[in-house]
């Protein structure tokens, strides 16, 4: 079970306890830390962790290799930046990862290659930001294509996009460059290894490792139909002002173009 502390600066932290996944590269902040980050598989919840001590990644690497319980005793639980409702763990010096005994669930899959397959209740209702997701859904609306520069590529990509809706509930979507000529308004697609992310509100998002299929025609009721126009864009509103002028204000100022003085003989 985990255990809930406070260190010498009222941080409160905690013991968690559960499986390793998803261990990434040595990564580099824009202040020039060094990190990696993991996701730790929870009895009901998976979490991601973030340590500023990349001499720990072997270990954190061989213990996803292993598929073996851990337990990594005092991290930091906070809000995740652009995740409000989303808690992500980070390890301070501190923090240290031992085996873990008597754990009560087993090893689960929960990373991209295998997504688990969701409803969009599920992802609106329990599912964290930052897993990935097979979900089947109607394309209820696909919209303009935009181009937006991406920090995280530095270049200029093509968007779009959707509004999806199943039985369950609607959700809106973002698909990229060549996915976009794949989607049509009014059919049914299997949207897999989706992220899920989170700005304002619960997104699926298409990355690199994203595959689109078409599937069989997704039901809509009508409760979920009314939701789903709910998500579209809001349209411009723009006004027609008639009328006669009767007055402009007009204001002078006098600009000096020359900095030289005159001598007067």
């Given at each position: 079970?985990?255990?809930?502390?406070?260190?010498?600066?009222?941080?409160?932290?905690?013991?968690?306890?559960?499986?390793?996944?998803?261990?990434?590269?040595?990564?580099?902040?824009?202040?020039?830390?060094?990190?990696f980050?993991?996701?730790i598989?929870?009895?009901?919840?998976?979490?991601?962790?973030?340590?500023?001590?990349?001499?720990?990644?072997?270990?954190?690497?061989?213990?996803?290799?292993?598929?073996?319980?851990?337990?990594?005793?005092?991290?930091?639980?906070?809000?995740?930046?652009?995740?409000?409702?989303?808690?992500?763990?980070?390890?301070?010096?501190?923090?240290?990862?031992v085996?873990?005994?008597?754990?009560?669930?087993?090893?689960?899959?929960?990373?991209?290659?295998?997504?688990?397959?969701?409803?969009?209740?599920?992802?609106?209702?329990?599912?964290?930001?930052?897993?990935f997701?097979?979900?089947?859904?109607?394309?209820?609306?696909?919209?303009?294509?935009?181009?937006?520069?991406?920090?995280?590529?530095?270049?200029?990509?093509?968007?779009?996009?959707?509004?999806?809706?199943?039985?369950t509930?609607?959700?809106?979507?973002t698909?990229?460059q060549?996915?976009?000529?794949?989607?049509?308004?009014?059919?049914?697609?299997?949207?897999?290894?989706?992220?899920?992310?989170f700005?304002?509100?619960?997104?699926?998002?298409?990355?690199?490792?994203?595959?689109?299929?078409?599937?069989?025609?997704?039901?809509?009721?009508?409760?979920?139909?009314?939701?789903?126009?709910?998500?579209?864009?809001?349209?411009?509103?723009?006004?027609?002002?008639?009328?006669r002028?009767?007055?402009?204000?007009l204001?002078?100022?006098?600009?000096?173009?020359?900095?030289?003085?005159?001598r007067?003989?």
């Amino acid at each position: 079970m985990a255990g809930k502390t406070n260190d010498q600066k009222g941080v409160r932290m905690q013991d968690v306890e559960g499986y390793i996944h998803d261990v990434s590269t040595i990564k580099t902040t824009t202040s020039g830390n060094r990190y990696f980050n993991f996701t730790i598989q929870e009895r009901v919840n998976t979490t991601r962790v973030v340590c500023f001590s990349p001499e720990k990644r072997e270990s954190f690497k061989e213990k996803e290799t292993a598929k073996s319980p851990v337990q990594i005793l005092s991290v930091s639980p906070q809000k995740r930046r652009y995740q409000p409702d989303t808690v992500e763990y980070k390890m301070s010096g501190k923090s240290r990862v031992v085996n873990a005994r008597n754990v009560s669930f087993p090893w689960a899959e929960v990373s991209a290659e295998n997504p688990k397959e969701v409803s969009i209740s599920d992802i609106n209702s329990s599912s964290n930001a930052g897993n990935f997701a097979l979900l089947k859904a109607y394309v209820f609306t696909k919209g303009v294509v935009e181009t937006v520069y991406s920090n995280a590529v530095r270049k200029s990509l093509n968007m779009c996009n959707l509004v999806l809706a199943d039985a369950t509930g609607a959700i809106r979507g973002t698909i990229w460059q060549s996915m976009i000529d794949q989607v049509a308004d009014g059919v049914s697609y299997a949207f897999e290894k989706f992220k899920i992310n989170f700005f304002n509100h619960k997104y699926l998002n298409g990355t690199t490792d994203s595959e689109i299929t078409e599937t069989k025609v997704i039901e809509v009721p009508q409760e979920i139909i009314a939701a789903a126009e709910e998500l579209l864009p809001k349209a411009k509103e723009t006004k027609e002002v008639n009328g006669r002028i009767i007055g402009i204000d007009l204001a002078i100022s006098l600009v000096c173009i020359s900095r030289q003085k005159r001598r007067v003989r």
